[in-house]
């Protein structure tokens, strides 16, 4: 059998922003989706908000990933049939939101997208991409927001300002950030650091010069 992550034991506390560092085959995105309960541990526990969360359904899981947790994926994830503005309120709808068009365009406004709802992701870069799956993520102004190498495939101009509306957005709801990425730079923008080698936390530190935000509601993700 083979053994991804092993021995390891983490608190992230409500509000905190944490990078997950690592090599290739370290198991850092394997975290992210232990932590997302999109993997199941084969022995451990994993809990989010007070609640154990290996042994739930799958039904209640998918509640608890829609109201609880945001993600932020590398290749975007967003449906290619859909406008920016429909691919944002999707998650409202399924929500109930009850004006899920308003917000949506509120949303898009927010990451400087007010004028290119309309079009369809393919007629985007991919920085604009990526700050519409921002958009989406935040939809649901979710607790827990998990995010695997969200500037990989931009330029590092774009991979800034998704940093940046990242990093506000987050201030602004209170959001406990994971984030999984392979650049140091990146990283350097989180307040704690949590390095693994061959399924394992080498190194698990803060770092002081990064801002903080204080979080509305007590929560963890541990």
Known sequence: MLTILEG???????????AILGPSGSGKSTLLGLIAGLDRPTSGEVWI??????????????????????????SFQLLGNMTAQENVRLPLELLGERRPGRRADELLASVGLSERGHHYPSQLSGGEQQRVALARAF???PPILLADEPTG???SASGARVLDLLADLRRSGGSTLVLVT?????????????HLRDGRVELDQKVDSAPRAEPPVPRAVG
Request: charged content about 30%; cysteine-free.
């Open 49 to 74: 908000d007070g609640e154990e969360i290996s042994g739930l359904s799958e039904d209640r899981l998918a509640l608890l990933r829609r109201h609880k947790i945001g993600f932020v994926f590398q």
């Open 139 to 141: 939809a649901a102004q």
């Open 182 to 194: 392979h650049d140091p730079a990146v990283a350097a923008r989180a307040q704690r650091q949590i």
């Open 153 to 155: 495939n931009l330029d």
């Open 8 to 18: 390891v034991d983490l608190r992230i506390e409500a509000g905190e922003s944490v």
